[in-house]
């Protein structure tokens, strides 16, 4: 599949073929133009409905039910965050996480490009979303994970028999390792930040955007980890304003959970460039990334928006948890309450005027964090350093 991609920092332009980062060292995303885009009149209510600014492929199955979430209308958080609260609850996905959008859009493009296998570097939620989607689809899925992944984890990812290897060695290297693998083994790596998943996750944007057109929302906060869905998000409001479909997009804030903290400690610092940390236990696992891949591009997203990006300790997480659940009647998962913990924190430091609409980003429901009935499972354990002997071996 022949797709141009660009740099958001330098502007280089290439092709998808070359790889998730630009020579200058950012990530790079598909090259998208939106002059002419217009919002749909009729149609799905999937992610696909936004064709026009998508790649194009022919998603079936499992695919073509991703995105289409709701925007809850939260009036019982409205004392707290001081605005008018709006909750979009990408549970509703067909795994129960945003993830679905960019396994959907990187699955099926892999598909018509005539790929047999896809694989992901994930030890939770992308792992479980790719699974699907290639079972959907059948196509093989490699899944790389750390080698002190806990069995239970395991478990919840082998339900949809994906090839799981973990790796013994530095799990940060191995984003950077999956993509030479995938040049070397003709695997698709649909990982964190690449081109493909964030074109599916910029979809999320898209909805919160028609849903209050003409005008959009003041402001959205969401949960960032890798710094994928976040630009993705950016991205869209970027591509609506270029659509001359929003005069004024919103402040984007993101939030970390404080244990692993680098990309709100670089911003912070006033730094534009994010430095990788020595992280934390925390509630907020899924988003404890200490080397986000796209860390510069979301204090890029920050700043051109005039939002933010902070973090909140556990306790705050937790509290927040509840109040979700409490009040508006939605049970997520741990790292999705850092979006309503960092509204009220900004709420604090005065970010937010009571006519706002803000919305809220709950990433993934909580109702799959514990499987009880998940089998039990082990997976080959493999030095970093002959991870392409192992992916050959398996899925030669």
């Given at each position: 599949?022949?797709l141009?991609v660009a740099?958001y920092?330098?502007?280089?332009?290439?092709?998808?073929?070359?790889g998730?980062?630009?020579?200058?060292?950012?990530?790079v995303?598909?090259?998208?133009?939106?002059?002419?885009?217009e919002?749909?009149t009729?149609?799905e209510?999937?992610?696909?409905?936004?064709?026009?600014?998508?790649?194009?492929?022919?998603?079936a199955g499992?695919a073509?039910?991703?995105?289409?979430?709701?925007?809850?209308?939260?009036?019982?958080?409205d004392?707290s965050?001081?605005?008018?609260?709006?909750v979009?609850f990408e549970?509703?996905?067909?795994?129960?996480t945003?993830?679905?959008?960019g396994?959907?859009?990187?699955?099926?493009?892999a598909e018509?490009a005539?790929?047999d296998?896809?694989?992901?570097?994930?030890?939770?939620?992308?792992?479980?979303?790719?699974a699907?989607?290639?079972?959907?689809?059948?196509?093989?899925?490699?899944?790389?994970?750390?080698?002190d992944?806990?069995r239970a984890?395991?478990?919840?990812?082998a339900?949809?028999d994906?090839t799981?290897?973990?790796?013994?060695?530095?799990?940060?290297?191995?984003y950077?390792?999956?993509?030479?693998?995938?040049?070397?083994?003709?695997?698709?790596?649909?990982?964190?930040?690449?081109?493909?998943r964030?074109?599916?996750?910029?979809?999320?944007?898209?909805e919160?955007?028609?849903?209050?057109?003409?005008?959009?929302?003041?402001a959205?906060?969401?949960p960032?980890?890798?710094?994928g869905?976040?630009s993705g998000?950016?991205?869209a409001?970027?591509?609506?304003?270029?659509?001359?479909?929003?005069?004024?997009p919103?402040?984007l804030?993101?939030v970390?959970?404080?244990?692993?903290a680098?990309?709100?400690?670089?911003?912070?610092?006033?730094d534009?460039?994010?430095?990788?940390?020595?992280?934390?236990?925390?509630?907020?696992?899924?988003?404890?990334?200490?080397?986000?891949?796209s860390?510069?591009?979301v204090?890029?997203?920050?700043?051109?928006?005039?939002?933010?990006v902070?973090?909140?300790?556990?306790?705050?997480i937790?509290a927040?948890?509840?109040?979700?659940?409490?009040?508006?009647?939605l049970?997520?998962?741990?790292?999705?309450a850092?979006?309503l913990?960092?509204?009220?924190?900004?709420?604090?430091?005065?970010?937010f005027?009571?006519?706002?609409?803000v919305v809220l980003?709950?990433?993934?429901?909580?109702y799959?964090?514990?499987?009880?009935?998940?089998?039990?499972?082990?997976?080959?354990?493999?030095?970093?350093?002959?991870?392409?002997?192992?992916?050959?071996?398996r899925?030669?």
């Open positions: 599949m022949d141009s740099c920092a330098c502007g280089r332009e290439g092709a998808l073929a070359d998730p980062r630009c020579p200058c060292g950012e990530p995303w598909l090259d998208t133009d939106p002059t002419d885009f919002w749909p009729t149609g209510r999937s992610l696909w409905r936004y064709r026009e600014l998508l790649p194009d492929v022919d998603p499992l073509a039910g991703a995105g289409g979430t709701p925007l809850v209308r939260a009036p019982r958080l004392d965050v001081g605005a008018t609260v709006h979009k549970g509703a996905n067909p795994t129960g945003f993830k679905d959008r396994s959907a859009v990187g699955v099926a493009a018509r005539g790929y296998a896809v694989g992901t570097v994930s030890h939770g939620n992308m792992a479980r979303s790719m699907a989607h290639a079972a959907s689809a059948g196509l093989d899925c490699l899944v790389l994970v750390p080698a992944i806990p984890r395991l478990g919840l990812i339900r949809h994906p799981i290897l973990r790796v013994d060695g530095d799990y940060g290297r191995l950077e390792e999956s993509v030479r693998v995938d040049r070397e083994q003709a695997v698709a790596f649909v990982n964190s930040d690449t081109p493909l964030v074109a599916g996750q910029k979809t999320t944007g898209l919160i955007a028609e849903s209050f057109a003409p005008d959009g929302p003041d959205v906060v969401l960032v980890s890798s710094g869905h976040a998000i950016w991205k409001f970027r591509e609506v304003r270029a659509a001359g479909l929003l005069d004024d919103p402040r804030y993101f970390q959970a404080a244990a692993c680098p990309i709100a400690e670089a911003w912070d610092r006033g534009d460039a994010v430095t990788a940390v020595e992280g934390g236990e925390t509630v907020a696992y899924s988003i404890a990334n200490a080397d986000p891949p860390g510069n591009r204090l890029a997203a920050a700043r051109q928006t005039d939002g933010a902070l973090a909140v300790d556990d306790d705050a937790l927040a948890r509840r109040a979700l659940a409490e009040r508006a009647g049970f997520v998962e741990s790292a999705c850092t979006a913990a960092g509204a009220n924190r900004l709420a604090e430091r005065g970010a005027a009571p006519s706002d609409d980003v709950a990433t993934g429901t909580g799959t964090e514990r499987d009880l009935d998940a089998p039990t499972v082990d997976a080959e354990t493999v030095p970093l350093a002959d991870l392409e002997t192992a992916v050959a071996a899925l030669g």
